[in-house]
């Protein structure tokens, strides 16, 4: 049993350090080479930070989904199905367009909107089936989505900047970038490692949490508030990349089960195991780079699919 | 614990749903709670829990009020709902621990402890890695109970919790809830089955549309008045030891066609039940007090011609049960012994055969249920060639209908 357990996560932790070699191994520019002092450059200048990046985003979005499908109480709920991803993207847009966009405010603006289309869809969604929630995201998400591509259309950037906000990519990945999520990530990482315990018990629904003495309302706004944080701080650095918040928990449910003790850990590192390979193949399977969005959405749609038809 | 609730209004979206409820509670005591669908039965333990709050009135446990963060130390509530989860069983039992761990939660060995006493405790050691999903319906109330009793509650509160489980499940569980009980502790249980709230229960609290109907014994507040006042519903209750039982009493009467009984000893209880269930008017007679037929048929609301227990039919009583014979549509003559005693009773049944709305239900020969000699075995013989003769309730009931046809108009039957 503890060989089983010990198995399970050094496996994890070796896909991880593979996962990391790997990006920073390959490129446009060629196989890595350390005597070269260009391949150097190129190495801790793009690849590594690209890596880093899509390790935290990674990260970021596996937890927040995780998070969410326990509060929702629903397989399919995470930061993209359920429109705060878009919520972000509009508000990044927005300070981008009137040309108050610096990295800070972006960052804030996306916290601020995601914050409010968490809790509306919250709102919406709380008494209805199972599927409520889901339809109520998908509504806000396609009109928040609109909204973006209509702001960055009017503020006459290109079309290039529409699908980079829309599809998601790691094209822009620099150093800077990673100061900026880290803070974010840590908090809300360190937030729902903290609480897993109460995750386990708001699984069961929110009378059975308050039926053990856990002030629900509370815990209720901190997790749409840690959940925005995590999503608006990616969003901010990388755009719109979905589908990942499903993806990786279910796929650590599979293996460790259940209980967020265990879930939640495995979730943050297989998310920072499977972002940067995907973002991988998006920059090397072609002679340009496909955003790393569409690569999830074509990963992630029929995990969608599955888990719908298993049921929810 | 002692548990006393004072005066207590609670509102929901400005409408009241409790209005002064007072209880109270003592130690080692069961209190079920009764009443229909919204008659604020849920409010009421969730008001007790500190998850509502009281427009008025207060909660005191021990003589103390409390908050909601100090109540789940020392009561544990559990919600009606069952929750769908594929968390495994030892992870929902430690959730009882969560009120007893400050902090950042994590269960430490005692907790684990704690939690595998519990499942022991409701029979389901070795079920600790199992998915909770996959568990039987009653295996999973039997995990809430076992979650219930890792918080270690010295007040239960339970919402329902035999709902939608088979008879034994529902026994096992309210089994379990007693055991915990007796061993320190004190519940209230909010109920729909009133045989299992009666059985289990030390006190009954009935409620109607958020108001205290009635309060006490089982036996003292479940009554036929006090369940149509609250249920709307016409019932007979039985009371069995201090438990009690209730049977449901057909509201209309076919056309008021009356069929009179004439049993004793057990012979007709089944008869008269099938014969009211079916809507008829019935009346039995002459019976001894306390003899099963004359519980039966008092409880059941039928009119009856009783005489004193062990008594011999006196002539008055006699006289009765003729007059009553005349005015049946039918009588029926039971599966009875006959003794010197109740001798009477087949002579008025002689009667009912001479009227010609006599059926006999014969079960067994006279001979081996005859103790009052030939003259009784030959009033029998003369009876049974002027009457019906059938061998069941059901064969009873088509009789009727048979016999019916021939009645004057206006009486006929509605089926």
Redesign the interface.
């Known amino acids: 049993m503890l060989l089983v357990k010990f198995v399970k996560t050094a496996a994890l932790l070796l896909a991880c350090a593979i996962s990391l070699i790997l990006g920073i191994s390959f490129g446009p520019a060629g196989f890595i080479d350390l005597k070269d002092p260009l391949m150097q450059t190129v190495v801790l200048d793009y690849r590594l930070p690209r890596v880093l990046l899509a390790m935290l985003v990674g990260a970021s979005l596996a937890s927040a989904g995780c998070a969410m499908q326990a509060f929702f ?1 629903n397989p399919l709920a995470d930061p993209y199905i359920l429109g705060v991803s878009s919520a972000a993207s509009v508000g990044a847009a927005l300070v981008i367009s009137l040309g108050i966009g610096s990295t800070w405010n972006i960052v804030i603006s996306a916290f601020i909107t995601s914050l409010i289309v968490s809790f509306t869809v919250y709102r919406l969604g709380r008494h209805g089936e199972s599927y409520a929630v889901l339809l109520a995201g998908i509504a806000v998400s396609s009109f928040l989505s609109g909204l973006t591509a209509i702001i960055i259309y009017f503020s006459q950037q290109s079309a290039h900047e529409i699908i980079f906000w829309i599809m998601g990519s790691f094209s822009r990945a620099v150093w800077q970038k990673i100061w900026l999520i880290i803070i974010p990530f840590f908090i809300g990482i360190i937030y729902l490692l ?1 609480n897993s ?2 995750l ?2 708001i ?3 929110e ?2 949490a ?6 629900v309302e509370r815990f209720r706004k901190e997790l749409i508030a840690v959940t925005s944080l995590l999503t608006s701080a990616t969003v901010a650095v990388c755009g719109i990349i979905g589908f990942v918040g499903i993806i990786v928990p279910h796929t650590m ?1 599979l293996i460790f ?3 967020h003790q265990k879930l939640l850990p495995s979730a943050i590192l297989f998310g920072a195991t499977l972002m940067p390979l995907v973002d991988l193949l998006a920059r090397t399977c072609t002679s340009g780079e496909i955003p790393v969005g569409a690569m999830t959405a074509i990963l992630g749609s029929p995990f969608f699919l599955y888990i719908l038809k298993r049921g929810l | 614990m002692r548990l006393e609730i004072r005066d207590l209004g609670v509102e929901l979206r400005s409408r009241e749903i409790l209005k002064n409820v007072t209880l109270k509670l003592e130690e080692r005591e069961i209190l079920s709670i009764l009443g229909p669908n919204g008659s604020g039965k849920s409010t009421l333990l969730r008001t007790i829990f500190g998850i509502l709050k009281p427009l008025k009135g207060v909660v005191l446990f021990d003589g103390k009020r409390l908050e909601f963060d100090d109540i789940a130390k020392i009561a544990a509530y559990l919600p009606q709902e069952i929750p769908q989860t594929r968390l495994r069983v030892i992870d929902i039992v430690l959730l009882g621990r969560t009120p007893h761990l400050s902090g950042i939660r994590r269960a430490k060995k005692e907790d684990y402890e704690i939690a595998l006493n519990a499942l022991n405790e409701v029979g389901l050691r070795g079920f600790e890695e199992r998915i909770f999903d996959e568990l039987s319906g009653g295996e999973k109330q039997k995990v809430m109970l076992a979650r219930l009793f890792a918080q270690e509650p010295r007040v239960m509160l339970l919402d329902e919790p035999t709902a939608h489980l088979d008879l034994s499940s529902q026994i096992e569980v309210m089994r379990l809830i007693k055991r915990r009980v007796e061993n320190g502790c004190s519940a209230i249980i909010a109920m729909h089955d009133i045989n299992l709230a009666a059985t289990f229960s030390d006190k009954i609290l009935m409620l109607k549309n958020g108001e205290v109907h009635r309060a006490g014994k089982a036996e003292d507040v479940i009554t036929p008045e006090s369940v149509r006042e609250v249920y709307g519903v016409d019932v007979a209750v039985r009371k069995i030891g201090k438990s009690v039982i209730v049977i449901p009493v057909a509201k209309s009467s076919k056309n008021g066609i009356r069929v009179h009984v004439i049993c004793g000893g057990g012979s007709g209880a089944e008869i008269i039940q099938t014969l009211v269930e079916a809507g008829y008017r019935v009346s039995a007679g002459v019976l001894n007090v306390l003899d099963s037929d004359w519980e039966i048929a008092t409880e059941l609301g039928c009119e009856v011609v009783s005489e004193a227990p062990f008594s011999d039919i006196s002539d008055e009583n006699h006289e009765k049960n003729l007059k009553m014979v005349e005015e049946a549509d039918f009588v029926i003559l039971a599966n009875l012994s006959i003794g010197r005693g109740n001798l009477k009773n087949l002579i008025a049944a002689n009667l009912a055969a001479k009227l010609g709305k006599l059926i006999v239900v014969e079960r067994s020969e006279i001979r081996s249920r005859n103790f009052a000699g030939e003259m009784a075995e030959k009033i029998y013989s003369e009876i049974s060639s002027k009457s019906i003769i059938v061998k069941n309730e059901s064969e009873i009931l088509n009789a009727i209908r048979d016999l019916a046809g021939r009645l004057p108009k206006g009486r006929g039957f509605v089926n």
């Open positions: 109480r903290l315990w109460n386990n018990a699984l069961l629904g009378e059975h308050r039926s053990v003495g856990i002030n449910r089960g259940e209980a």
